[in-house]
């Protein structure tokens, strides 16, 4: 089983929509999760945090749920400019350091 | 803002070629982090370091090398490279041991003809 799983995608949906996605991951001893975008040809820069009570960021939330070892991020009212694949991260602090783990990513395409 | 600066966007290279990434951070950081992202593979780890002249190594290390001799900077060394290296690298930084932002570096196109 892979450390962290995303679905590819694509995710297809018209301007206005809501669009979810998940994110599993395999070891329960990680400790910080959080969500990345990476636009066409470009490095991934960081969307948001992902804690355990859910955190919201205007048009987007994420959340944990640590019984299921999953993250998901919810984006409402779906933008042109919201097109890009998003990663997600989790991270194992171990002997010091941190083991910083992506997933695969799952494109999006918002389409007019 | 934090620039991590990656020397070349683009290199073309032989079988065999000695190849040296090379990333530099203006931040201060700890750690510092080598990763080829390819599609359908996502990003991987090939090495990380968390302090000057530490290194550990990532997921997939076979074929790298590194080396962190300043706190700013962070090379990977491709000592005879293969075809099959052909791919993005990006370096990324982080400043401790207890923050998930990384600020990536814009990424080396390799090609191994």
């Known amino acids: 089983r892979k450390e962290v799983e995303q679905d590819p995608g694509p995710f297809n949906v018209p301007e206005g929509a809501t669009v979810a996605f998940n994110c599993t991951y395999s070891?329960?001893?990680?400790?910080?999760f959080f969500w990345y975008r990476q636009d066409c040809r470009k490095e991934p820069k960081l969307l948001m945090s992902?804690?355990?009570s859910g955190n919201e960021d205007g048009r987007f939330t994420a959340q944990l749920n640590r019984a299921s070892q999953y993250i998901s991020l919810l984006i409402r009212d779906s933008k042109l400019s919201d097109s890009a694949t998003y990663l997600c991260v989790v991270i194992l602090n171990s002997g010091g350091y941190q083991k910083v783990t992506f997933g695969t990513g799952t494109k999006l395409q918002v389409i007019p | 803002d934090v620039k991590v600066t990656q020397s070349s966007r683009y290199l073309v290279k032989r079988t065999g070629e000695k190849v040296f990434l090379e990333c530099v951070q203006d931040m201060d950081h700890e750690n510092m982090f080598w990763y080829r992202q390819d599609p359908g593979l996502g990003l991987r780890l090939i090495y990380f370091s968390y302090d000057v002249k530490m290194k550990e190594k990532g997921d997939i290390p076979e074929g790298y090398s590194v080396s962190r001799e300043k706190k700013e900077r962070f090379s990977l060394i491709l000592e005879s490279a293969s075809t099959n290296q052909t791919s993005m690298y990006l370096c990324?930084?982080?400043?401790?041991?207890?923050?998930?932002?990384?600020?990536f570096g814009e990424g080396s196109r390799l090609t191994v003809l």
């Open positions: 070891n329960s001893a990680s400790q910080s």
């Open positions: 990324a930084s982080s400043e401790g041991a207890n923050t998930g932002e990384l600020f």
């Open positions: 992902v804690y355990s």
